[in-house]
């Protein structure tokens, strides 16, 4: 095939990813406004799944399909230091609506379920040896556990948010119809990704867990990139915030779908330890933590001052996606 029609292939996957992002947003908005639900777990739960979906699929291609489980670690962390350093941009971009607004307070349990995900990570990744049971490790189960709690700890009636009304003229039913055909097609957008992040990861000759960072990475976040855009525009920055951060706790559960199915004749376990790994973990975590003090400082400190630490809190999960895109790439040109 072509270069130049690999290149036009990814791009058009992109828009496709984005206009069904777009309207995944707008779904779970009306959704949100017009039912008992809480923005939370809509947010954190059902929108979350879905746009982690070309996370979730893209790993189970570069398992069965590409055959790069080093693709894996690199897709997972490398989607959620991005889908954190989108939070802030939007955040940022938002910051006068943000004003008068306070996060959920499930969202610091969601943050520490978060951080101790990496931290299961971490041990995956440094004591791989120790921790793998044939071709699966023993992480990847704790790492599901540890889900499911943070699941069941959800809010699941609605919370008072104000926001934009939902004046369209779409049912409840509607709406969850429109956002489960969004779903399905977002799946084959996800797996044509794959296919095509590993043929430019070839073309560029770059490291196969680089290229899940950065081509994986960036392309399965434009879901929630877009629709916590979409919300935030909207006026529902819980719901925003419920499909970063709640995305970003679904990304790790993936780890454990990949796990059990890495048992390819001559292939590895999924936890590999590079350079890229390292710097993912430490700018992820970071990044983590910085969210959770902006929520904090946000949430208890009324004077409007507060808000000039709000907005370099936000603005530090970009600057450490570009340093780490820096500190990589500079490795990459040694």
């Known amino acids: 095939m072509p270069d130049w029609l690999v290149y036009i292939g990814y791009i058009a996957m992109v828009a496709v990813i984005v206009v069904l992002s777009t309207k995944l947003g707008k779904y779970v908005d009306i959704i949100d406004k017009k039912s008992n639900i809480s923005g939370a777990f809509i947010g954190g739960v059902m929108l979350a799944a879905v746009t982690s979906l070309p996370e979730l699929f893209t790993s189970l291609s570069a398992v069965w399909i ?18 954190l350093a989108f939070f802030g941009v939007i955040l940022l971009i938002f910051g006068r609506g943000l004003k008068n607004k306070t996060f959920s307070s499930f969202y610091y349990i969601a943050i520490s379920v978060s951080i101790g995900m990496y931290t299961l990570v971490a041990i995956g990744l440094y004591f791989a040896e120790y921790m793998q049971f ?19 700890k959800m809010p699941k009636t609605s919370e008072s948010e104000s926001g934009t009304a939902a004046t369209e003229d779409l049912t409840v039913k509607q709406a969850f119809i429109r956002f489960a055909i969004c779903a399905v097609v977002l799946i084959g957008a996800s797996i044509a990704m794959t296919y095509l992040s590993d043929m430019v990861a070839d073309m560029l000759n770059l490291g196969k867990t680089f290229a899940g960072a950065l081509f994986l990475g960036v392309a399965t976040s434009l879901p929630e990139l877009i629709s916590s855009f979409t919300l935030c525009k909207r006026g529902n920055y819980n719901a925003a915030a419920g499909n970063i951060i709640g995305s970003n706790v679904f990304n790790f559960a993936i780890l454990f779908v990949a796990d059990v199915f890495a048992f390819m004749p001559g292939g590895s376990g999924i936890y590999i330890l590079n350079t890229d790994s390292k710097w993912l973990l430490i700018f992820g975590v970071i990044a983590a933590v910085t969210t959770f003090a902006m929520m904090i400082l946000k949430n208890r400190c009324k004077k409007p001052q507060a808000m000039i630490g709000v907005y370099a809190l ?8 570009i340093f780490y895109l820096l500190i990589t790439t500079a490795v990459i040109a040694i």
């Open 314 to 321: 936000n603005s530090l999960p970009p600057i450490f996606y």
């Open 66 to 83: 590409v055959r790069e489980n080093s693709m894996i670690i690199g897709n997972i962390l490398g989607s959620d230091l991005i889908n």
């Open 134 to 152: 044939t071709w699966f490790s023993v992480v990847s189960p704790a790492i599901v556990v540890l889900y499911v709690l943070f699941v069941s």
